[in-house]
């Protein structure tokens, strides 16, 4: 399972990785056998199998990517915990920091990794919207905007603005604990973009800057930073 060391991103780069949770056999076994102790226990605590194993595909292919920044075994890939439950690497590198975060949605995971500034990722699989997911998702403004979008359009841009919040508060490291509407978007700008308001202030917002990840047309995805002068590098 060893692969070449990989070069770190730039100040200015964050590199992206996707891939497909459902693996087969073969790959299960290698994945389990990198994971630590307390990840497996927590594999185990899956109710359904497909669960169990994608948890074990997300962990274990965390553990070979960043073991290939940090010149380590997978399975000597040290990782612990933000107050929130944000992972991070214990162990860093020499001459830089890494910082990581991923994601996963059905059967697709990606890992979004930078270079001395916290990130964020989000991706989530499209679906049919539930008549209380706007009500929970989206400021006053926000919702305003989005009554008046076509039926068409909504599913899309709920999807959108959705990856987009997520991806901030787990650049933040707070997840959920914070409301989604902490950070406000105008609805009419696709792509990468900057908050309206950030906790309902302008200023904070300008210095946030959001990328769309390029995905399939069922999933969407995006990266978050405080920070503006970045880009992605997709590294599949
Ligand atoms: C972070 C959070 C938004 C992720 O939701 P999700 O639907 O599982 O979304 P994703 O698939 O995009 O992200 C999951 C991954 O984010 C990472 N993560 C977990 N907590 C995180 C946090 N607070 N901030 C950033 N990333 C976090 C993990 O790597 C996790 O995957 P893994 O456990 O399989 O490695 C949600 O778990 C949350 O709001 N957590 C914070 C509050 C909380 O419940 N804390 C309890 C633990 S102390």
Known sequence: MSSPLLTPPSA????????????????????????????????DKFRFERHRRRFV?????????????????PRDVALDY??????????????WTICFNLSHSENAAA?????GFEIGIDIEQGRPIEESMPLQVFSTR????????PDTERQK????????????????????????????FDLSIHGDTTPRFVGGDAEEAMHWRICALPSGPT??????????DWSIVNMN
């Open 157 to 184: 841009v709920f999807f959108e603005s959705w990856v987009r919040k997520e991806a901030c508060l787990k650049a933040l490291g707070t997840g959920f604990t914070l409301p989604p509407d902490h950070f406000e």
């Open 12 to 43: 200015q780069e964050v590199h992206v990785w996707q891939w497909d949770l459902d693996v087969c056999s073969g790959d299960f076994d290698q994945y389990w056998q990198i994971l630590s102790t307390q990840e497996r226990e927590r594999a």
């Open 219 to 228: 999933c969407a995805g995006a990266v978050a930073a405080r920070r503006m």
């Open 111 to 115: 890992l979004a990794i930078s270079n």
């Open 57 to 73: 595909a997300g962990r274990g292919e965390l553990r070979r990517i960043l073991s290939r920044y940090l010149g380590l075994s």
């Open 82 to 95: 933000g107050s929130d439950g944000k992972p991070f690497c214990t162990i860093q590198p020499p001459g």
């Open 142 to 149: 926000e919702r305003a905007e989005f009554t008046a979008l």
